[in-house]
């Protein structure tokens, strides 16, 4: 199947199975904006406890807060935002549609990267176990000429974003004859700066009113808030300060469902080091971060780092981690280190001092910040993208089926009485009550049995639990694997200690520790 097709049946599932809907739908929706449905809430809800607890747990010296949306403008003025919160945009004449003239490039580069790749797996065929693929790499005609062209193409690119040189940006979109995905044409305009920002008014008369942002990201409110942390909670650095809240921008290009929208929420960390250290620590949360995705159990061969071309002018190394979408290798996650700019800035425009005294170094400094950054949304999407599977079965039955990591999945346990009479139902229900406490728990009694699995692998329900006539004589019930679909026989008092194992989030928390 191709992967437009899997990415709209993702999208469509979506919808049908209570994850996501769009938002304001019966006024014909509101652009690049989500709700999320009764599915899609308790798997957020997952995401969101995993990673809170994998940061707070894990770490004691990670605290948490969560800081107001609303912050004064002058925020947003020191951290840069006001003046240079920018994406460079170029319009299709012919579609009338609009691009991130860097992604149109990034995506040229991927496809050349793509080229080269098949070229490898081809020879892999054709030589099997003799192959060295370093060496074809090296020495392979056709390699060296894709990769001569993407390195050359790579190195205008980047020098085009570090010079902030629009004009050099859309002559290499016309060198490189990309074309528009809609039109197919090449009929470009100019490369424009457009910001981000949402700005509106807070007072209570027109004339005395303030001009205030929805803020665009999260990290300003753990900023100003870091002499506050770090006295009332008696901090030492290096300490870290996480946060989840939403974020708003006005996304101009706001494409691939809930992949970039204009509300949304990010789950940061900020941590606070001594200056010299920063890049030892950088190193270190880029290790943790993927091991953090990787423990999920989508595929290690799904993500990726991909380096920064053009660094944050306060930053001094920064990565992404990539995973495999259906539209290709796409951000997730941010790790950054920001030096000590943010603090910097802060302790300028407010004439505080937003310095933390050592008493191992016996002297006062600005700390430097490692920054590890988490779109919500965005994991949400890699999860489903990479749990939605469609099986054949026996018969020809294709089964759909969301293999959602169980401890993240909305739904733990179904109970399934396998009739609605002779006293199952009851029994079920009495079940139900004995675990809804330990559990997040379904009750399904309506159509066949068989039906009623299916709806539960559509949403991701790891275990179904059948109560039949045998368990009124014994006390046992079927529990059968979403994956599998095997099913044993287990005594009503082992459900709980059954389903625990892989459900709960000590389990994961337990992997990542060591």
Known sequence: MAQEDVFKKIVSHCKEYGFVFPSSEIYDGLGAVYDYGQ?????????????????????????????????????????????????????????????????????????????????????????????????????????????????????????????????????????????????????????????????????????????????????????????????????????????????????????????????????EMQFFVVPGTELDWFEYWKKERLKWHQILGLGNENYQFHDHDKLAHYANAATDIEFRMPFGFKEVEGIHSRTDFDLSQHEKYSGKKMQYFDPELNKSYVPYVVETSIGLDRMFLSVLSGSYCEEKLEGGEIRVVLRIPAVLAPVKLAILPLVKKDGLSEKATEIMDSLKFSFACQYDEKDSIGKRYRRQDAIGTPYCVTVDHQTLEDNTVTVRDRDTMEQKRVTISEIEKEISKNTDIKQLLKKLAK
């Not at 003799?130 to 050359?152: G, I, M």
Request: hydrophobic share 40%.
């Open 39 to 267: 599915m899609g809430v308790e798997l957020k809800n997952n995401i969101k406890k995993y990673w809170w607890d994998s940061m707070t747990l894990l770490h004691e010296n990670v605290v948490g807060i969560d800081s107001a949306i609303f912050m004064h403008p002058a925020i947003w003025k020191a951290s840069g935002h006001v003046d240079a919160f920018n994406d460079p945009l170029i319009d299709n004449k012919d579609s009338k549609k609009r691009y991130r003239a860097d992604v149109l490039v990034e995506e040229y580069l991927a496809k050349i990267d793509e080229k080269i790749d098949k070229e490898v797996e081809k020879a892999a065929k054709r030589f099997g176990d003799s192959f060295d693929e370093k060496l074809y790499r090296e020495t392979n005609p056709r390699v060296l000429e894709h990769q001569h062209k993407r390195d050359e193409v790579h190195a205008r690119f980047a020098k085009a974003l570090n010079g902030n040189n629009l004009d050099e940006l859309r002559q290499i979109i016309v060198d490189c004859e990309i074309v528009c995905p809609i039109s197919g044409s090449r009929n470009w305009t100019e490369v424009r700066q457009f910001n981000l920002m949402f700005a509106t008014e807070m007072g209570s008369t027109a004339d005395g009113a303030m001009k205030v942002y929805l803020r665009p990201e999260t990290a300003q409110g753990i900023f100003v808030n870091f002499l506050n942390v770090q006295k009332s909670g008696r901090m030492k650095v290096p300490f870290g300060i996480a946060q989840i809240g939403k974020a708003f921008r006005n996304e101009i290009v706001a494409r691939q469902f809930i992949f970039r929208m204009r509300e949304f929420e990010q789950m």
